[in-house]
């Protein structure tokens, strides 16, 4: 059953599929579009380079693709087990210390309407009913940045380019909403992962 497809039913408007190989120049082109800003501002911004990331990064065992109303479209993000070492790799298995989220990106046209912090919401949901930390990083000056320190993120560390966040179990506003598709997306990523899958109760 592809349970990436079954829509929250607290929230209608928006579903997670899993991502396929053939979706990653859209999302490439997306990462380019929403990252542009930022990475101008900070004088880094590469139009190759920063669609070459994503495809070198890209892990479609761990990347969800968010679609809209009417099934368009609308974005992605990738929750990845975290080795023990505290990168990042995708290891996952026992060894695995907790979450690394990375490549969120919506599309500017469903930018400001809530959709971000639901998504966000029903991952963090999952994370937190398993008891673990889930790690991100955003680059200086990121309007994003707002949203994870409102759901519990808190700074790690810091270099000129990149805020490396981190936020434990519970902390800030991160559960109650969208449990139907948190319990999706945790449990698909873990089974094709081999990870402990972060199980959320039914809500009534």
Do not use: K
Not at 6 to 23: F, G, K, M, Q
Not at 59 to 73: D, I, K, M, N
Not at 172 to 191: F, I, K, L, R, V
């Amino acid at each position: 059953m592809n349970i990436h497809a079954v829509v929250s039913p607290t929230s209608p408007l928006w579903a997670l599929r899993p991502a396929e190989e053939a979706d990653i120049e859209a999302i490439a082109e997306l990462r380019a579009t929403v990252m542009r800003p930022d990475l101008e501002r900070l004088g880094r911004f590469d139009a190759h380079r920063v669609r070459q990331r994503l495809r070198d990064s890209f892990a479609p065992g761990h990347t969800s693709v968010v679609l809209g109303p009417e099934g368009a479209f609308a974005g992605c993000v990738t929750l990845r087990p975290q080795g023990g070492d505290g990168v990042g790799d995708g290891t996952g298995g026992e060894g695995a210390s907790g979450w690394w989220l990375e490549h969120f990106y919506l599309s500017p046209a469903v930018q400001g309407r809530g959709l971000g912090t639901a998504v966000l919401r029903s991952l963090l949901a999952a994370t937190d009913a398993a008891g673990a930390p889930v790690r991100l990083d955003v680059v200086q000056g990121s309007r994003a940045r707002r949203l994870y320190e409102r759901h519990g993120f808190t700074v790690e560390r810091e270099d000129p380019i990149d805020v490396y966040m981190v936020r434990s179990p519970g902390a800030g506003g991160g559960a109650g909403t969208g449990t139907a598709t948190a319990t999706a997306t945790a449990t698909a990523t873990a089974t094709r992962t081999g990870a402990a899958a972060p199980s959320v109760p039914s809500v009534p």
